[in-house]
């Protein structure tokens, strides 16, 4: 009776992720939304470019590559890893393309498709790495940044060579005329699409399972989830979130060797500002986004103030020093509130 009781329980735990991890869509959106709130009304009275829309409209579009790229982030991230490659990817993607158009309009279309397949393929590779053979995210993610900088200066002796298409640029740095606004850019429409595409995922059961997994993964196991397919989809998506940021990149900065300089650390800042967890079990993605933009609305409030850019890293550089803090005092509290229950 007593063993029959147990195999009940263990498969009531079991089947809990389904229940239990329902990704919130505005979960811990509301401290991130009201400290962009405070930045852009100070943006509107440190600039005169933001008292109209136009200004607003240009800081969403210099966002929305490092929102993009928070959306992959966000699904490497709540499951429990780090990528820390996005950066890296970026630029050879961005230098990738500059030499295989080369100015050739006719090229664009082919070459979009084969940076988001590198993109994709590049995650497949990080995801395999880690969940077959163990390897933590953070030291296989290091490893391909380190591959990737290497193959671009080895490729281009440190000057990229080619051009990129003026279709390709489009995405990047033009829009549509919409009345009463000005011209809407097509970077903000391609992440109001990623984002609707994102929500809808993450209300699905696969983008439950990555929270879950996050959270707990041996009772995923016990459900009968397959752990490992779900985090290398998260690597897999990140790499496609990549390949999407550096083709606006592309269009908006041009060809450079240093394009995605730094955006690893960037991201991840945006993504735990946004707060959600490191190490995994909680945090939206619609959180995550709105902490890229806030990110992007400080950077740019201290630029208009005439900070120095070193500050930048700084402040990226506390923010991560405080989330990971945050999640240790928050694990500590946790084991503490499991220990009393179990007395």
Same mark, same amino acid.
Do not use: C, H
């Given at each position: ?36 709130? #405070?930045?852009? +009304? ?58 295989? +158009? ?22 497949? #590779? ?49 829009? +549509? ?42 009772? #995923?196991?016990?459900? !009968? ?84 850019? !070193? ?33």
């Amino acid at each position: 009776m007593t063993q029959g009781n147990d195999m009940t329980r263990t498969k009531e735990t079991a089947a809990a992720p389904a229940r239990s991890f329902r990704p919130k869509l505005a979960q811990g959106t509301g401290p991130v939304l009201a400290v962009l709130a #405070v930045l852009l +009304i100070a943006l509107a009275f440190a600039g005169a470019a933001y008292s109209e829309p136009e200004g607003y409209l240009a800081l969403l579009k210099r966002a929305a590559p490092l929102m993009i790229l928070a959306i992959g982030q966000y699904f490497v991230i709540v499951s429990g890893g780090f990528d820390l490659s996005v950066g890296s990817l970026v630029t050879a993607e961005v230098v990738i393309a500059a030499r295989l +158009i080369d100015g050739d309009e006719s090229a664009t279309l082919w070459v979009i498709l084969f940076i988001l397949g590198f993109g994709a393929l590049v995650g497949l #590779v990080n995801g395999l790495i880690t969940t077959r053979l163990l390897v933590p995210s953070f030291i296989v993610t290091l490893g391909m940044l380190l591959v990737l900088d290497g193959a671009v200066f080895l490729w281009t002796g440190g000057s990229p060579r080619g051009a990129l298409s003026e279709a390709f640029r489009t995405l990047g740095r033009e829009g +549509i005329d919409v009345p009463l606004i000005g011209q809407l850019p097509w970077s903000v429409l391609v992440l109001a699409v990623l984002v609707a595409l994102a929500v809808l995922f993450m209300r699905g059961s696969t983008g439950r399972l990555l929270v879950a997994i996050g959270d707990n993964p041996a009772v #995923v196991r016990l459900g !009968g989830g397959n752990v490992e397919r779900v985090r290398t989809l998260a690597f897999v998506l990140s790499g496609l979130s990549a390949a999407v940021a550096a083709i606006l990149l592309g269009g908006f900065a041009g060809v450079s060797a240093q394009v995605g300089e730094g955006l690893e650390f960037r991201v991840i800042t945006a993504v735990v500002l946004g707060g959600v967890l490191l190490g995994g079990g909680r945090g939206s993605v619609v959180a995550a986004m709105a902490g890229a933009l806030t990110l992007e609305a400080l950077f740019s409030l201290l630029n208009l103030l005439g900070v120095s850019g !070193g500050l930048e890293s700084a402040v990226q550089g506390v923010i991560i020093i405080a989330a990971v803090a945050y999640a240790s005092v928050g694990n500590r509290f946790s084991l503490r509130k499991m220990f009393r229950r179990s007395e």
